[in-house]
């Protein structure tokens, strides 16, 4: 089908006697269009125009068509040629209308309403009844002609929360999600990092157990305060422990070493003492000697150093040098 006024391309193919493509006679085909309402030919129809392989084109002119309006239009091409030889004549009939399918569209979009509809048409429905298609259609794209982009991103951004509790949802997982990281007792105006930063300096170095604490504070720490096993206060202060006084002074006595001497006011413990021989050079015996603390005299070095092992024999003790 074509359109009145607009030109219409037919084609067809010609084959020379063996069957195959007859190519370079387009000189050789003379066409005609004719309306055949009107009964009237195109007096200027356009020349045959080869496309290639043996098919060629003519035109059925849009001028001759807006001339003659709607018609059957039936073209032919004569075929004369001798070398390929070929003696045909081809043609076909094409219905031309005023209007084709999309203006046909077009009028049933554009046509106005009430408009001049039959009793229980389809125009007259969509026209003239309240709860129809066309009735409900005009509404809905009036209404939605109505909201902007804007508009729609404002109510999304305004949808309540409270409203979207269903899981799997992406309203719930947003809302689970948004409170774990502010947390049930979150507060901007404390807690935000813009809250913590705008504290100030002053107020860390002001604050309870920053301010109130020295370095020199840690140094007179009191050992004894710190006596559980394991712990760092612990090991400090027992590798602090010093001698006494007293413990010096008999170490000095024991070691004879110059300083302050002291001798103990009791044995402790079963440790060997040393036992001294004096002006001996060979093991003679010792006597008894109630003004030693242990019965027996001990004076500095002098015949050398001997065993500990004290033997009686009778009423006389004896020491063994070594």
Do not use: C
């Not at 219905?95 to 203006?103: E, G, I, L, P, Q």
């Not at 077009?106 to 003239?128: H, I, K, M, Q, Y």
């Not at 002609?145 to 799997?168: K, L, Y």
């Not at 409170?179 to 813009?194: C, H, I, K, N, V």
């Amino acid at each position: 089908m074509g359109k009145v006024g607009t030109d219409y391309p037919v084609g067809f193919n010609v084959v020379d006697g063996t069957g195959a493509p007859a190519t370079g006679i387009a000189a050789s085909i003379t066409s005609r269009v004719r309306a055949l309402g009107a009964a009237v030919d195109d007096g200027s129809v356009a020349a045959v125009v080869e496309i290639g392989n043996g098919r060629y084109s003519l035109i059925i002119r849009g001028i001759f068509t807006t001339a003659q309006g709607a018609d059957n239009y039936e073209w032919t091409a004569e075929v004369t040629s001798a070398s390929p030889f070929v003696q045909d004549v081809i043609g076909d009939t094409i219905r031309f209308t005023v209007s084709d399918a999309d203006d046909l569209a077009t009028d049933v979009w554009s046509e106005a309403l009430p408009g001049a509809f039959g009793a229980n048409t389809a125009g007259e429905r969509v026209a003239t009844t309240d709860d129809t298609v066309g009735t409900n259609l005009d509404v809905v794209l009036s209404t939605r002609s109505s909201h902007s982009a804007a508009d729609a991103a404002d109510a999304v951004w305004d949808e309540p929360q409270a409203g979207h509790t269903t899981a799997a949802t992406f309203g719930r997982f947003l809302d689970v999600r948004l409170q774990d990281m502010a947390g049930a007792t979150f507060s901007t105006a404390t807690d935000s990092l813009e809250a913590i930063r705008d504290r100030g300096d002053a107020a860390w170095i002001t604050a309870v157990g920053f301010s109130t604490h020295t370095a020199g504070d840690i140094w007179d720490e009191l050992t004894s305060a710190h006596t559980v096993p394991g712990s760092f206060g612990l090991l400090v202060g027992a590798a602090s422990t010093d001698w006494s006084t007293a413990e010096r002074n008999q170490i000095r006595l024991r070691l004879g070493i110059d300083g302050t001497q002291a001798t103990p006011t009791t044995v402790v413990g079963t440790l060997p003492e040393l036992w001294y021989v004096h002006g001996l050079d060979t093991g003679n015996p010792l006597v008894v000697d109630s003004a030693s603390p242990t019965g027996f005299r001990r004076v500095p070095l002098a015949g050398g150093i001997i065993d500990q092992t004290v033997t009686t024999v009778g009423t006389v003790t004896t020491v063994t040098r070594v």
